[in-house]
């Protein structure tokens, strides 16, 4: 991603939370490329410009998108998990299955415009799925980026020391490397 001047720097390793927070603005960056491009295209052949941020959108998340879900499942959802209620185990188990359904989704999106890239066209009934998935993913993003921000990592803050989010930050470098 391009770097904006005036722009918050990225959060370091010692702040996962904000970590986090940065990856969702990302998410919400690359996503909205793939919706744009579906919502412009129509029946052309993808230009020079559309297919490089398409690929670049569809790489991000084969590799940031998946090791975010990673960081959530593996590093942050555990501990909290431990020290929540029931209400919030709920709660957890439903972002889980917003990765599951989200999963489901790149996978027919990155379907579709590979194919849109191999082949130049995309025919009617393809382009409408990807304006469905797409649609689809934007919505399921919504909720739940508001969901973990406003709710889970505030929480996170509150229920987890130092030496939990410091444990997590661990963890998430060791993802990186």
Same mark, same amino acid.
């Given at each position: =991603?391009?770097?904006?001047?005036?722009?918050?720097?990225?959060?370091?390793?010692?702040?996962?939370?904000?970590?986090?927070?940065?990856?969702?603005? /990302?998410?919400?960056?690359?996503?909205?490329?793939?919706?744009? $491009?579906?919502?412009?295209?129509?029946?052309?052949?993808?230009?020079?410009?559309? %297919?490089?941020? $398409?690929?670049?959108?569809?790489?991000?998340?084969?590799?940031?998108?998946?090791?975010?879900?990673?960081?959530?499942?593996?590093?942050?959802?555990?501990?909290?998990?431990?020290?929540?209620?029931?209400?919030? /185990? +709920?709660? =957890?188990?439903?972002?889980?299955?917003?990765?599951?359904?989200?999963?489901?989704? %790149?996978?027919? $999106?990155?379907?579709?415009?590979?194919?849109w890239i191999t082949d130049g066209v995309l025919?009617?009934?393809?382009?409408?799925?990807?304006?469905?998935?797409?649609?689809?993913?934007?919505?399921?993003?919504?909720?739940?980026?508001? =969901?973990?921000?406003? $709710? @889970?990592?505030?929480?996170? @803050?509150? =229920?987890?020391?130092?030496?939990?989010?410091?444990?997590?930050?661990?963890?998430?470098?060791? +993802? /990186?490397?």
């Open positions: =991603m391009a770097i904006q001047i005036g722009a918050k720097p990225d959060s370091g390793f010692d702040d996962p939370i904000g970590m986090l927070k940065d990856c969702h603005r /990302r998410i919400e960056h690359f996503l909205n490329i793939l919706c744009t $491009v579906a919502e412009r295209v129509g029946d052309r052949s993808l230009t020079e410009e559309e %297919h490089s941020a $398409v690929k670049a959108a569809l790489q991000y998340f084969h590799t940031g998108g998946e090791r975010h879900t990673l960081d959530e499942e593996e590093s942050l959802f555990p501990r909290l998990a431990s020290a929540a209620g029931e209400d919030d /185990r +709920r709660m =957890m188990e439903r972002l889980e299955g917003d990765h599951a359904h989200a999963s489901e989704l %790149h996978a027919s $999106v990155d379907w579709l415009y590979t194919s025919e009617r009934a393809d382009q409408e799925r990807l304006l469905s998935r797409t649609a689809s993913l934007r919505q399921l993003y919504k909720d739940h980026i508001e =969901m973990e921000e406003n $709710v @889970v990592f505030p929480r996170a @803050v509150e =229920m987890l020391d130092g030496d939990a989010l410091a444990a997590i930050g661990n963890e998430f470098s060791a +993802r /990186r490397r």
